[in-house]
């Protein structure tokens, strides 16, 4: 075999290593990436949420800056779904007893619900609906565009079917949680299928791991 095999495949994998460790211990916001359990859901880099506009259910404005100071969990939906916005923000709502009986409790988190339809969805009923589940939760509707500015950010879909001129159709849309860092960065993101429990333990986690 040719001497210079082996030192050329013994460059490489040193050069492999060294990317792996780079990678492995390059800082993440000025810390040292997460543990292999919050790779999956954090992103690679957070992302700033840029200037957008909604109505909370209380007919005050929803917009960047009040995703900032706390953590929020954001859940997009809507008030008629059958199945996956009920499920899913039941599932919140034992998050947050979950978190609520922490050290750490519910002062830095906030739990928020964006409609997409905003036709059938008028704050007022936001409001009434979201008091079935928790009477924390922040729900939020407004124009089109500006629902969209938000959705597209995230990265979420949606997708309505049937005759929306009139009253009975549904909207197709994923059970997946957006989090929001205290800095109004789009941070995580967390796929179904979920639990209260384990969605209350990567919080934590991932709380501790950005307050490092």
């Known amino acids: 075999m040719n001497r210079r095999y082996p030192m050329l495949i013994a460059a490489g994998l040193a050069l492999g290593f060294g990317i792996a ?43 960047a800056s009040r995703l900032r100071g706390k953590w929020s969990l954001v859940f997009i939906g809507y008030t008629h779904c059958p199945d996956v916005c009920p499920t899913t923000l039941n599932t919140l709502a034992g998050t947050a007893k979950q978190l609520q009986a922490s050290p750490e409790g519910l002062d830095h988190t906030q739990f928020v619900f964006v409609s997409v339809d905003p036709k059938r969805d008028s704050p007022s009923h936001l409001k009434d609906y979201l008091a079935f589940f928790h009477p924390g939760f922040l729900g939020a509707t407004g124009e089109r565009e500006q629902i969209d500015l938000l959705v597209r950010q995230l ?58």
Do not use: K
């Open 21 to 63: 460790a780079g990678v492995l211990f390059w800082p993440r916001s000025g810390t040292l990436l997460p543990p292999a359990e919050l790779a999956a859901p954090l992103l690679p880099e957070p992302r700033t949420i840029t200037p957008f506009q909604l109505t909370a259910q209380d007919g005050t404005v929803l917009d």
């Open 155 to 212: 990265g979420a879909i949606y997708m309505f079917e049937g005759d929306t001129s009139g009253d009975s159709y549904i909207v197709n849309h994923s059970a997946t949680l957006y989090l929001i860092d205290p800095q109004g960065r789009f941070y995580a993101r967390l796929q179904p299928p979920h639990e209260p429990a384990q969605i209350a333990d990567l919080l934590t986690r991932i709380r501790r791991h950005y307050e490092r």
